[in-house]
């Protein structure tokens, strides 16, 4: 099992990017997805998460600036992120719990990082 994230970069304060990661390989079902963020010094932060029933949990410092979404059919999920500020430099990655085989636990999975940096 593979995530594969990607549509980080650099951003001037304000603006917009949407990031992507798609799930692949051999797996049954997929439960929640979510992102994660990491900047310099700091510890591994929740940004959102969404449930398969599409339940959507967001940190509070991105609540209404940041919108997380999945389409099941592609085994993905997005995050669009705008508004951005100088404080949410950082690496995201994303995350999701996949069942590989029938009788088999969820298990957690991990995509690389994607850098996103806001600057002027």
């Known amino acids: 099992v593979q995530l594969q994230a990607s549509g980080g970069g650099l951003v001037q304060p304000g603006g917009s990017l949407r990031l992507s990661c798609v799930a692949s390989?051999?797996?049954?079902?997929?439960?929640?997805m979510g992102w994660y963020r990491q900047a310099p010094g700091k510890q591994r932060e929740l940004v959102a998460t969404?449930?398969?029933?599409?339940?959507?949990n967001y940190a509070d410092s991105v609540e209404g600036r940041f919108t997380i979404s999945r389409d099941s059919a592609k085994n993905a999920v997005y995050l669009q992120m705008g508004s951005l500020k100088l404080e949410d430099t950082a690496v995201y990655s994303c995350?999701?719990?996949?069942?590989?085989?029938?009788?088999?636990?969820?298990?957690?999975?991990w995509g690389q990082g994607t850098q996103v940096t806001v600057s002027s």
């Open positions: 995350s999701a719990l996949i069942r590989r085989a029938w009788g088999r636990d969820f298990r957690d999975y």
């Open positions: 969404v449930t398969a029933g599409g339940r959507k």
């Open positions: 390989g051999s797996f049954v079902a997929i439960n929640s």
